[in-house]
């Protein structure tokens, strides 16, 4: 657990946090015209985003990688990913049941989802990656603090709520390197998203940054250039391999191929 502050900010960007961890609590959501003047760069954004961190007061179980396919970069006028840190409870092992009153404005995802079997280095190769990790077929569901949220909130606002970080629902975890002999065939897994029985989206893992394995290793790097480490135990979201539709309530299931099997979410209202 964390307890005390370890971030420096001013006094506006602790508001911010403040605000932004009153919503996360209360369902409460803030409007954006209030604060994206405040937050216009990367550096206090994600500041902003440790802070939040901190007043959640739990470990963080992982990450969440997002802006990974070239559709979602133009959509939010970024260049690059970003990535949000997301605490243990919010990550679910399927099957499992959520209820929409315990969200606030969210999406589904198909991901695949990596965790580490110790830690990870910047200078790890993609096949080093390979064979360090556990994989798992994923459903993430994105949620904002901010109303109104997508595609349209800028990328500071988002850096800055944690990747809109919601639930990661993670399916059966196999070691990476038994599923796939080479990196190359992490870029196709394909996946058929449905709800209640009907198809909504289908979809491929070369969507995510061209193949997964690049997008936990841009994560991997960028926590190092921060100072920080993915460490053994914690799980990556890496990216959707669809644009995400709006989670509602009903059974959400998403069938992977390569062996991975499927991942079922159940959404009350």
Known sequence: MMTQQTTTLSKTEEKFAQELFNAYSSKKPLKETDWKDLVTDTDTAYK?????????????????????????????ASDSPLYGAQVTSHFLKAPVTVSLQD???????????????????????????????TVAGGLEVPDSRFEDWFPTLSKYMVMSDA?????????????????FSSVAELADVKCELHHDG?????????????????SLHWLVEKLESQNKKFAAGQMVSSGTFVLPPKLTAGKWDVSFSRGLGTVELKVTK
């Open 48 to 76: 902003v985003q440790e802070r939040l961190t901190e007043l959640k007061n739990e470990e963080v179980g992982g990450y969440k990688v997002s802006l990974t396919s070239a559709e979602t970069q133009k959509m939010f």
């Open 163 to 179: 990747a809109v970080g919601g639930l990661v629902v993670y399916g059966q975890e196999y070691n990476t390197n038994e599923v």
């Open 198 to 214: 009907k198809k909504v989206k289908n979809g491929v893992s070369s969507e995510v940054l061209g193949n997964p394995l690049k």
């Open 103 to 133: 969200l606030m404005e969210p999406l589904v995802e198909v991901e695949l989802e990596f965790r580490a079997k110790e830690d990870l280095s910047a200078s790890d190769s993609l096949e080093d990656l390979m064979n360090k990790t």
